[in-house]
């Protein structure tokens, strides 16, 4: 199903012609902010100078440091009027990062969300329960206005209480979930304790999973866990938060809107660009935003370019999903360290849980505490241990570097309610 | 051949722990005839011998605890020197390696609760050479 036929499936040079258009005007645009002037006349550089994506290279990147010192709104393109909502990023340290929306880029990201739901053949007859924090989080509203656009009855649930989720689903007949992949696997079991079986009294049909990297082991997990088909989203509050990519239902890489995001893969150590097919940084730029466009802005999340077209007619271009970001590798006795990968291995092992902790402490030390799934336990102190080992050693098999392990007890490790907090770091390096 | 069930739970090796299964037990009115737990490292086990095993098994469960049920059996010996020894000498005779063992000794009786790979194996044995296994009911009235 298609929102947006025409420039869904637009093609490759009539989408490349619009994405230099709307370059060149995005260009000038920001020919207002003076960050982007004084970096235009450092270089020289004209905004009707680039003539094809080939010439994105010339332009120069911005940082999320630059949007820090930028704060609160020196990158603003518009007069002040003119903006209609602010979101800020959930900035781990210091300073968040302000993103200010205009009329029309409100319009726009619920437009490009309404695209990305119609896709997967979500309707005005579904009902859409978002359970993404709402406020200065994109995943609340953004998504919130994408679902209403579409039609749907919309129930803006938030986070929180899973046995007030539950009511809300069973009284309305929820159709669609948006919800944290972390979030979605600790409801799963919550609904297995209460002895709640989502094919039998629940309607739930599809669930949107985004704001923290996953693998595909978990996605299976959680279709398996509630009967239901699971598409993975990617967005982040510098580009209008959700919406810059989604899976179609062919569930095999999430297509980038090219009409409204200019889409580059590079190698974060040197900014150069790396071949499609390869890992490297996905580079966005906003080019049909008014308020705040931001040109070549670094995401740090890791991801390839899917080469080839795909089967839902679709021209726009497939990313991977994320697996990781530039900034959240570990380093543990020289190695490098994603926390994705521990996921696999663990995603892997039905005899354990799906919630895990990565724990560094004293000079090097790794520990990872996984939780003991119940039906595993058959009372042998012995295969306890055995199981323990397992885990080391395949872990040891992915990591090169072989981690203590912890058995914990099922529901026993935090779930957070926002992103996931995988990785307690107290080493005393 | 008469064989006692045990309740078997996971518990993390940190403060409050046992405390949060014998809360989930007492509140389920279990009473806890026995109870021993096996450590290691991180995490234990702890096992117990209670006058409804099913209730409480179901109650740590609802809890989110990790229990089961396990097949252990209970016999009885004499309470005098060298006792234990002459069961253990009968199992070894017949090559029966013993997993888990502990006992008790209350009104002059004397239980021992092992834990064999073939538990109507083993009962059988020691029943052939004159010992009593006990049945759920009797080792809970002991």
Request: glycine share 8%; proline share 5%; aromatic share 6%.
């Amino acid at each position: 199903m298609f929102w947006h036929q025409e420039t869904e499936t637009l093609a490759r040079p009539a989408l490349e012609a619009l994405q230099l258009k709307r370059l060149q005007e995005t260009l000038r645009r920001l020919e207002r902010v003076p960050f982007y002037r004084g970096k235009f006349s450092e270089t020289g550089l004209q905004p009707d100078q680039i003539k094809s994506a080939a010439d994105m290279p010339r332009l120069p990147f911005t940082t999320a440091a630059d949007l820090r010192e930028n704060y609160p709104d020196k990158l603003l393109a518009v007069s002040r009027e003119e903006v209609l909502r602010l979101h800020t990023s959930s900035g781990t340290t210091g300073k968040p990062k302000a993103l200010f929306f205009s009329r029309r880029d409100v319009d726009n990201a619920a437009e490009l969300i309404a695209r990305a739901l119609c896709m997967t053949g979500v309707t005005r007859r579904d009902v859409f329960q978002n359970m993404m924090s709402y406020g200065l989080f994109t995943g609340g509203l953004v998504m919130h206005y994408g679902a209403e656009k579409v039609g749907c009855m919309v129930i803006p649930a938030g986070p929180g209480t899973s046995e007030r989720q539950l009511l809300l689903m069973q009284d309305f007949r929820t159709t669609v979930i948006h919800i944290l992949p972390s979030y979605a696997l600790y409801f799963a079991d919550f609904l297995e304790k209460k002895g709640v079986d989502p094919r039998k009294s629940l309607a739930l049909r599809k669930a949107f999973v985004g704001a923290e990297p996953h693998t595909e082991e978990t996605r299976r997990n959680i279709e398996a866990a509630l009967g239901i088909d699971v598409y993975n989203s990617y967005g982040l509050t510098e580009m209008n938060g959700p919406g810059v990519a989604f899976e179609c239902e062919g569930k095999c890489g999430m297509h980038v809107w090219e009409d409204n995001f200019v889409l580059e893969i590079i190698n974060p150590a040197t900014g150069e660009p790396v071949e499609d097919g390869k890992t490297g940084e996905l580079v966005l730029t906003s080019i049909n935003r008014e308020a705040m466009p931001l040109l070549r802005y670094r995401t740090r999340d890791l991801t390839s370019i899917i080469p080839g077209p795909c089967a839902c007619g679709r021209t726009h271009r497939r990313i991977h999903r994320i697996t990781g970001r530039s900034d959240d590798m570990l380093i543990v006795r020289g190695v490098n360290i994603f926390p994705q990968q521990i996921e696999r291995v663990l995603m892997a092992m039905p005899q354990i849980g799906r919630n895990y902790v990565i724990q560094l402490e004293g000079l090097d030390d790794m520990t990872v505490k996984v939780e003991l799934s119940p039906a595993a336990f058959d009372g042998e102190v012995g295969h306890l241990t055995e199981l323990q080992n397992q885990v080391a050693e395949k872990l040891r098999a992915e990591l090169w570097i072989r981690p203590k392990v912890d058995l914990v007890a099922s529901g026993s490790l935090p779930v957070a309610e926002g992103k996931a907090k995988r990785v307690i770091d107290k080493r005393s390096l | 051949m008469n064989t006692v069930k045990l309740v078997a739970v996971f518990a993390e090796n940190r403060p409050g722990q046992t405390a949060r299964i014998t809360e989930t037990l007492a509140r389920a009115s279990i009473n806890i005839r026995c109870i021993t737990v096996a450590s290691s490292g991180a995490f234990g086990v702890m096992k117990l011998l209670v006058n409804d095993p099913d209730l409480a098994c179901q109650a740590l469960k609802r809890e989110g605890f990790a229990a089961t049920l396990m097949d252990v059996i209970a016999v009885e010996m004499s309470d005098k020197p060298g006792a234990l020894h002459t069961v253990a000498d009968c199992l070894a005779a017949h090559d029966i390696n013993l997993a888990n063992t502990s006992g008790f000794a209350a009104n002059n009786r004397a239980i021992l609760v092992i834990e064999v790979q073939d538990p109507a194996q083993a009962g059988g044995i020691l029943k052939e050479h004159g010992f009593h296994i006990l049945t759920q009911q009797e080792a809970l009235t002991v």
